[in-house]
């Protein structure tokens, strides 16, 4: 089962400021990883998925980067409605792993 | 706009069993792969089982194999997860969610239910 180790476990930033989110896979998943934002007593909602691409709705201020097992999800300039917990997802080997999440919280 | 509502989570005994639902809409249910996916108090997501399209194929964790069983009734629009001899690590939201599209299951999920709780204890 491949491994995914999110960093940092948290990240205390502002409003308006760059919030970037590692995910490292213990083995390559060539580029078959997706992320994930949840809010406290809600579902994950799917934001990015194949590494790049953005899902259905999902604003241009998310990005994704990365290949192998080095991925990054950048939001460019934090909105309220961003500070959540963030996951990654790996589709390469099942059965498809998350990691443990970054909480993103306000400063 | 497509739906998925689970039902049928509650307070159950270590040793006991329980069935949740997952009805869909919105979306040409019997052609997607669909998903089991749940989240412990406190903590991170766990995916649980996967049934393909027609349910001719299903594949389960480690960790529910031989004690969960998914099964489907696409005239209903309707997935179900049965769970026997419960544990109290089975205590979770457990989140019923589509596949977006991959056609061997090894999937992201791209959408959710709002989750059910199932909690075993004494």
């Known amino acids: 089962e491949i491994v995914l180790t999110q960093s940092p476990a948290t990240l205390s930033l502002s409003p308006g400021e760059r919030a970037t989110l590692s995910c490292r896979a213990s083995q390559s998943v060539s580029s078959y990883l997706a992320w994930y934002q949840q809010k406290p007593g809600q579902a994950p909602r799917l934001l990015i998925y194949?590494?790049?691409n953005r899902a259905t709705g999902i604003p241009a201020r998310f990005s994704g980067s990365g290949s192998g097992t080095d991925f990054t999800l950048t939001i460019s300039s934090l909105e309220p409605e961003d500070f959540a917990v963030y996951y990654c997802q790996q589709r390469s080997n099942w059965p498809g792993t998350f990691g443990q999440g970054t909480k993103v919280e306000i400063k | 706009e497509v739906q998925l509502v689970e039902s049928g989570g509650g307070l159950v005994q270590p040793g006991g069993s329980l069935r949740v639902s997952c009805e869909a809409s919105g979306f040409t249910f019997s052609s997607y792969w669909m998903h089991w996916v749940r989240q412990a108090p406190g903590k991170g997501l766990v995916w649980v089982s996967r049934i393909n399209s027609d349910g001719s194929s299903t594949t389960y964790a480690d960790s529910v194999k031989g004690r969960f069983t998914i099964f489907r009734d696409n005239a209903k629009n309707t997935m179900y997860l049965q769970m026997n001899s419960l544990r109290a690590e089975d205590t979770a939201v457990y989140y019923c969610?589509?596949?977006?599209?991959?056609?061997?299951?090894?999937?992201?999920?791209?959408?959710w239910g709002q989750g059910i709780v199932v909690t075993v204890s004494s």
């Open positions: 969610a589509r596949g977006r599209g991959s056609y061997y299951g090894n999937d992201y999920f791209d959408y």
């Open positions: 194949e590494v790049s």
